[in-house]
């Protein structure tokens, strides 16, 4: 297991935040390229790879920082649409030629909100047929691509990711425990996705509240370590501080950090 710090908690363009990433002690980086956030952008992977990866090298470089991983948003999962299809296949083209300039072998991907008043069973086989087509996608592309299972979306609930595994059995997962927590779900029943995980995510969280102040939430860090180790995770914890906390950060970061080096 090898800590990393996601790009995410800080709102700021992509070569600063991971100037903070450096001073905060890390020596790797979880990149975020959520478009909403600013920093990176799967649309101009797509468009100019090379370059791309050029800007991103230049910045890591800066900051002594090695990259860990990529948190992702391209079109959503569930929507079928030719231009959505399209769109989707272009930017997994142009990640992929990031990452493999990178050095970099995992990408994770939510697999997007539902629409209001839409069941999540309609939405779910969608996602399972864009599924397939994202694992076929990384392994011609040489990388791994995996979905996380997600707060508010049509994979984050056992039921549902049980659903998904029915139609494909081999999708990999990013873990990350504080969805769960916001369910109240219990950690024994979110192994269908920890048996299946190329990545973590962490922060704290509790029933209702994706994000609070480490130390304060429900999520079992000494339970989620133990765990990874009993299956010999060999794969990167990226730190996700959220950037609208209404406490320190910083503070934060290095709570979950100090936990997390002390547990494993």
Known sequence: MKPACSTVSFAKPMAEALLEVSRLGFSHADLVAIPGFRQAYPALMARDPEGQARELKAALAAAHLSPSTFNVNVPPFPDRTAEACAGREAEW???AAVMKALGMRVASFYPGYLKQGEPWHAALDTIAVTAAEMMAAGSALGVEFVIEAHYDTPVCSPEQVRGLLSHHPAVRFAYDPSHFAMLGVSPNDTLPVLDRASHVHVR?????????????????????VSALKER?????????????????????????????????
């Not at 914890?237 to 494993?264: H, S």
């Open 204 to 224: 704290d969280a509790s029933p209702g509240r994706m994000h609070v102040k480490c130390g304060t939430g429900t999520v079992d860090m000494p339970w989620l």
């Open 93 to 95: 083209r142009g990640l």
């Open 232 to 264: 010999r995770y060999g794969g990167f914890i990226a730190l996700e501080c959220l950037p609208d906390a209404k406490w320190d950060l910083d503070e934060d970061i290095t709570c979950l950090k100090k936990l997390l080096e002390n547990l494993a």
